[in-house]
């Protein structure tokens, strides 16, 4: 789904590609069929950014997106985990 880029290429598919992936996704039938895990709705997109000031060292670890997401949390706007609220947080890494 995505290439490595080369200094001056834009990326391929966008963020804008993402994000209507994402939303087509949450708004679509698919959300439907998870009633057996009580999800009774279609989602919705909260929150949408690139965070473009990490390096992430090369082997990152899920505890280093766990700390990303937690850095942007507490730094930005990004809306934190709510009780009762199903908050999905994707997280789609590209190589430039």
């Known amino acids: ?3 490595i880029l080369g200094s001056n290429s834009a990326p391929s598919p966008s963020s804008e590609d993402y994000k209507a992936a994402i939303e087509a996704i949450i708004t679509g039938p698919y959300m439907n069929r998870l009633e057996q895990y009580r999800i009774k709705r279609q989602g919705k997109l909260i929150y949408s950014e690139i ?21 942007r949390i507490n730094n930005t706007n990004m809306p934190p985990p709510t009780a009762g609220h199903n908050r999905f947080y994707a997280v789609i890494c590209i190589l430039v």
């Open 1 to 3: 789904m995505g290439q």
């Open 51 to 71: 965070n473009d000031t990490t390096d992430p060292i090369n082997r990152y670890t899920d505890d280093d997106i766990v700390r990303m997401l937690n850095d």
